[in-house]
């Protein structure tokens, strides 16, 4: 499996981005966004599950964040609203046959896109 991740970019506070994952080979995997703000550990951010079904978020972004897949394209989406500054960090996509949810040993990741959130 490979995942591309695209969509970051630079957008003032209270925007919205909407990076996207695509993934090649095998796709009927869960899913999910991790990120990692400069200095600091990667972070669990939202997760789904491989039918799309179920999805889960870290605390941080619930409300604010919508995870989503379109299994035909397979491609990932996260709809990000009400950005703020501490948000901004490189948002990297995974992928995984077993159901990790945060757990961040996902087996294959993508190669990260930039978001900055400027206040």
């Known amino acids: 499996v490979q995942l591309q991740a695209s969509g970051g970019g630079l957008v003032q506070a209270g925007g919205s981005l909407r990076p996207s994952c695509v993934a090649s080979g095998r796709t009927f995997y869960d899913m999910a966004w991790f990120r990692q703000a400069p200095g600091k550990d990667r972070e669990f951010v939202s997760a789904i599950t491989w039918s799309g079904e179920n999805t889960y978020y870290a605390d941080s972004v619930r409300g604010r964040f919508t995870i989503s897949r379109d299994n035909a394209k397979n491609t990932l989406y996260l709809q990000m609203n009400s950005l703020k500054p501490e948000d901004t960090a490189v948002y990297y996509c995974?992928?995984?046959?077993?159901?990790?949810?945060?757990?961040?040993?996902?087996?294959?990741w993508g190669q990260g896109t930039e978001v900055t959130v400027s206040s």
């Open positions: 995974a992928a995984d046959p077993d159901r990790l949810l945060s757990n961040p040993e996902y087996r294959y």
